[in-house]
């Protein structure tokens, strides 16, 4: 984790929070591209903004059955 993205409202959350509202329901979820607002380190080590990016978010569920969090990755859609 970057320290950066500490304490920060969360990418997802800001421009589709729809989606990450599905995931806290329990739903796995494909979530559309979303231009990043963070400082990105590219596959080549350039560090950009902006970049395109699609997530993946699953619910991380108890042994009671509750959604307690939710994980998500992000790819580069190229």
């Known amino acids: 984790m970057k320290n950066e993205n500490i304490y920060a409202e969360n990418t997802i959350n800001i421009h589709k929070k729809y989606y990450l509202d599905r995931a806290f329901s329990g739903e796995t ?3 559309p591209t979303i231009l990043s607002t ?3 380190i590219t596959t080549k080590g350039q560090q950009t903004i902006n970049l395109s990016t699609i997530y993946i978010a699953a619910p ?6 509750k ?10 859609p190229k």
């Open 29 to 31: 979820i494909f979530i």
């Open 38 to 40: 963070k400082s990105i």
């Open 60 to 65: 991380i569920i108890n042994n009671n059955n």
């Open 67 to 76: 959604v307690i969090a939710a994980i998500t990755l992000s790819l580069n």
